[in-house]
Structure formats: structure tokens, C-alpha cells
């Protein structure tokens, strides 16, 4: 059989696998996506999609089309609550969920919002048929078998026996990630959880016991059938997860069809519930990070990097965080427009994240209130434990590595995220709505596929170094001046929001929109400055070119 070439494989073709594919096409790059299920997994997971993913989504153009799949709560919902049983619960007279907890002022923050929660596959019902239109090949029913690497690439073996040639390998194979344990790769972290549990995923009219509400979580504790009713579609769609003991000889097969319509009615409080059993999925809580996320050409994101329990909703979220860092420095090496040394940046900025992820997900575990609870008083509690408040978990983290030019990492509040994306580099770019031809644009809306450079209103040489030093370098680099009276900035042409930045100062971000680098003010050469800048960020070897005209 002829040898298949392919500039990325990606071993997984769950949500973080076609988000990398579908963040490689955004680039440019084409990919090979292997999973060995028939087809997308019918069964939800995690359904709470952070606004930095939906960010992500926006820069792809699918905000609007993950919004439409998504459960609509823009009512308002009750959030996470207790019941006995769902039936014996008055639903009417609890008080609605806060639409942002404190620290979270969403419009100020990020424009990355949709309408409600939106279960994984749902999102995998956008993300497949847009990474295909975009050039992604995704093929079902097809395992990575084996794979050798050299100096050069990959050379995979499928389950077909089909040979593959990539430049690199991204393993998204999950929890137990047959391409980590092959590349040797250990873990850390306090592993299985808890006992195993049951997510059943069935379909009933629970329309005459919600009375018109919606809610995330609902906590049964009736004793007959104790666990965890999760929102699914809103209406006739929902999971419910309990748990089972192996060492008091229970087994995931005790859960029949039959058994599982007891454990559900018990759970509503309805004896007689028409329920339609639709699939269940045996899981078990874990906390694992994988010692390295890279190995040569082969990179780990998603379950085969970290494993990331899910209240805080962050594993789903911090995985498509890889996909998103990654993606945008293997296409700018593939291209020519960055050296090899750029893919370091990865592990050194992802690993972090993940650990972080997996840290406040383990600490809100030993107390789920610091977690839910909106009330500011609560803020001291999570102080106390070293808990991270939620926004700044999924938004505020910051980046060290060399693709960023004198970061620093330590972080001006863990409560409140809107005081850590001040402009520093290594932090994401902050958000701000401008008027921009006649059309509300986030400033993160800017930044398209390449490196982008933000100046203000005394900008004028940036915008036209920005212009030189695209040709001289062959980069994608746009820039955009913002005037006073664009929405952006002060009468006195200063950025609010953005510390130390002046109006001829400049912000180089990447195509990831986290800031790069930061020049307050105009230097004497400002191409040679941005030139250097981009060189040191793009790990390019050799003499910075010089950009400056000659004298005489």
C-alpha cells in the first residue's frame, strides 16, 4: 500500500482531536484525524463551555453556530441545586443562579458568551462538518496501530495497515492514551477517584416537574437512588450519573435498561415515568498530568496530557487550550515562518495550565461551595483554601516561555480576572469593544490567523514598520492604529485597561491572542525593534535583519 502523507496526524477524534484539526485548517495546515469508534460519540460529557473555548470558536467563525446548538438559559437558570427527588422539589420558589459571579464582569472581559450550556456532542455536531469544509480528513472506525519518529517526521501504521508519513503527531487519544504510555511518558497526580460511576443517558418529559425552569445540576438524594441529574437538551434530553462499588461486587453490567428506568424513576419521584434508556457510559473521577507533553515530533493534548475531574468544568476547556496554543506553531513552522526551537513554548506554557486546571479542580472537590456559591463573602474562603476563582482559572492564566518577551507570570488577583489581562506580556489580550467600519468588533476580533500589532492614535510609524517588516521577515503580521473616539481608548489617546501603554506605544499579540510584547512608547527605529521582537519569538536563527533607511 502507497505511504499516505500528511503534514499532522492526529490519533483521537474526540472533541480536542477535531478542534485541532479545525484550529490547523484555521492556519492553513491540513490533517489526518484517526479515531477508532464507528462514529462521533452520542453520549455528552462534559457540557460547560468556558469563554476563553468560545473564544476560540469566535476567531474560527462558530460562535454563532455553536450558540444555536447550545441550551438556551438565557433567561437566567437555577444553576446548580438539591433535591430528594426532582418531583418533590418546588423548582418556582428557588432563586435564580447569578448570570456572572463576582470577578466576572463578562461583557468587560471577553466577548466569548453563548446562550447556555452546550453538551460535548453537540459541539462535536459543529466541529466535525466545519474541520472537514476547511480541508480536515476525519476518519471513524480507523486506529493508530504503531508509529516510529526520526529527525524528519512520523511514520504511522494503521489498524488498515495503511502507512502514514506525518511531520508531526498530535495524541488526543484520551485517559489512557495508547501514544503516551508507546513514547514512555509517566504521570503524576493522585489518580482514580472515588468509586466508579454510571452516566446514563436517557430521555424523558420532565417538562411537569422543572415547572419552566431550567437548571445546570441537580443533586438527588433520596437513598433509593442517590446521584447527579445533569441538563442535557433542556426538555426531554438528560444524564444521570450515581455511583456504583466493585468491592461490594457491583459491576457496570448490573446497569440493564431495566435497571436503569428504577434508578431514574426513583430519582424523579415518578413510579410510572415513561423513560427511554438511551446509552450509558461507565466512568470514574481521576487526576492525573502527564510527566511531558512532548516528545520529539509528538505532542499530547486533552485526557493524554491531564486528566482534570470535572467540577470547575476546566478539563474540556484546558484541552481545547492545547489544540488552540498548539495549532498556530506547528503551522508557522511548517510554513517556514518560525524555527523548531518555537515548538518548545508548548509544554513550557501548557503543562502549567494543566496543572493549575487539575490543582483547583482537586481543591473545590474538598469543598464544592467555594466552587458555586456567588456570594462575595465567599471570596475570603477560597482565599483560604487557595482556590482560584473560576474566571481567572479559565481566563486569567499567564504564560513564561520563550515565545513570550519578558513575561511575568505572577498574577495580580486570583478573584477578580479583569485586573490580570491588563496588557502584560503572557497574558491574553485584553477585551474591548471599538467601532471598526461601522461594526462592533472585540479587539480580540483583530487578531486573524497571524501576529497582529495594536497601536494608538500617535501610531503611524508602527503601522508602517508593521508593513516593512511582514515583507523583510515573510510573516503574517497585520496592524491596526486606535483612534480616540473608536471605543478604545481615552480623549488623552491612552488604553484603559492596558497598563504602561501610551498613544504611540505598541502591543505585538499572537495568533493565539495572547500579548507577546509590549512597547510603551515609540523607539528611534521601530521596524528594527519589531523586527527583533519577532525573530526572538519565532525561535529564527541567524542576524535580525536591519530595517532602518540608510543615512545619506
Not at 462558530?62 to 438539591?82: F, R
Request: net charge negative; aromatic share 6%.
Amino acid at each position: 500500500m502507497p505511504e499516505t502523507r500528511v503534514p499532522v496526524l492526529i490519533a483521537g477524534g474526540g472533541t480536542v482531536g477535531l478542534a485541532a484539526a479545525l484550529f490547523l485548517a484555521h492556519h492553513g495546515v491540513a490533517s489526518l484525524v484517526v479515531e477508532g469508534q464507528a462514529g462521533p460519540s452520542r453520549h455528552p460529557r462534559a457540557t460547560g463551555l468556558g469563554p476563553r473555548t468560545v473564544e476560540f470558536l469566535r476567531q474560527a467563525g462558530l460562535q454563532e453556530e455553536v450558540n444555536a446548538v447550545a441550551i438556551d438559559m438565557s433567561a437566567g437558570n437555577l444553576g446548580k441545586i438539591s433535591a430528594t427527588t426532582l418531583a418533590s422539589a418546588d423548582l418556582s420558589s428557588l432563586p435564580r443562579a447569578a448570570m456572572a459571579r463576582p470577578g466576572w464582569r463578562a461583557d468587560r472581559v471577553s466577548p466569548g458568551a453563548i446562550r447556555g450550556t452546550c453538551p460535548q456532542h453537540r459541539l462535536d455536531s459543529v466541529l466535525l462538518p466545519a474541520a472537514r469544509a476547511r480541508g480536515a480528513t476525519v476518519r471513524y472506525a480507523t486506529r493508530l496501530l504503531s508509529f516510529e519518529q526520526d529527525a524528519d517526521g512520523v511514520t504511522a501504521v494503521l489498524d488498515d495497515h495503511e502507512v502514514v508519513r506525518a511531520d508531526y503527531l498530535v495524541a488526543a487519544d484520551g485517559v489512557r492514551s495508547n501514544v503516551r504510555t508507546a513514547l514512555g511518558i509517566g504521570t503524576s497526580g493522585p489518580g482514580g477517584l472515588g468509586t466508579p460511576n454510571m452516566n446514563i443517558l436517557f430521555g424523558a418529559d420532565l417538562s411537569p416537574y422543572t415547572q419552566g425552569q431550567s437548571f445546570v445540576a441537580c443533586d438527588i438524594t433520596t437513598p433509593d437512588s442517590p446521584g447527579m441529574l445533569m441538563t442535557v437538551d433542556g426538555e426531554k434530553e438528560w444524564t444521570f450519573h450515581l455511583s456504583y462499588d466493585p468491592d461490594a461486587g457491583q459491576t457496570a453490567e448490573d446497569f440493564t435498561p431495566e435497571r436503569c428506568r428504577e434508578l431514574i424513576r426513583a430519582a424523579i419521584g415518578v413510579p410510572d415515568l415513561d423513560v427511554e434508556v438511551l446509552s450509558t457510559l461507565p466512568w470514574r473521577m481521576r487526576g492525573l498530568l502527564a510527566d511531558r507533553f512532548r516528545a520529539g515530533r509528538v505532542f499530547l493534548a486533552g485526557d493524554a496530557a491531564h486528566v482534570v475531574p470535572p467540577l470547575g468544568a476546566f478539563g474540556l476547556n484546558t484541552g481545547m487550550a492545547d489544540a488552540h496554543n498548539l495549532a498556530w506553531k506547528l503551522a508557522a513552522v511548517l510554513a517556514g515562518q518560525a524555527g523548531p526551537g518555537l515548538l518548545d513554548s508548548y509544554e513550557a506554557e501548557r503543562r502549567p495550565v494543566g496543572a493549575l486546571a487539575l490543582e483547583q479542580s482537586l481543591l473545590r472537590l474538598a469543598d464544592p461551595r467555594l466552587h458555586w456559591d456567588h456570594d462575595p463573602q465567599t471570596a475570603a474562603a477560597r482565599a483560604a483554601a487557595g482556590v482560584v476563582n473560576a474566571p481567572v482559572v479559565h481566563l486569567g492564566y499567564r504564560y513564561d516561555s520563550g515565545a513570550v518577551i519578558d513575561p511575568r507570570p505572577e498574577l495580580p488577583s486570583r478573584e477578580d480576572v479583569e485586573l490580570d489581562l491588563d496588557g502584560t506580556p503572557g497574558s491574553r489580550l485584553p477585551h474591548l469593544w471599538i467601532e471598526q467600519d461601522g461594526r462592533r468588533l472585540s479587539t480580540l476580533d483583530l487578531v486573524r490567523s497571524g501576529f497582529t500589532l495594536l497601536t494608538g492614535a500617535g501610531g503611524d510609524r508602527w503601522v508602517q514598520a508593521a508593513r516593512d517588516v511582514a515583507v523583510r521577515l515573510g510573516v503574517e503580521l497585520a496592524a491596526h492604529k486606535i483612534a480616540p473616539g473608536a471605543g478604545l481608548t481615552d480623549p488623552e489617546g491612552r488604553w484603559p485597561g492596558i497598563a504602561g501603554l501610551g498613544a504611540d506605544g505598541a502591543l505585538l499579540v499572537r495568533p493565539d491572542q495572547f500579548v507577546a510584547w509590549r512597547e510603551p512608547a515609540l523607539p528611534d527605529h521601530p521596524a528594527d525593534a519589531l523586527a527583533q521582537a519577532l525573530t526572538r519569538l519565532l525561535a529564527r536563527d541567524g542576524r535580525v535583519p536591519v530595517l532602518r533607511p540608510k543615512q545619506g
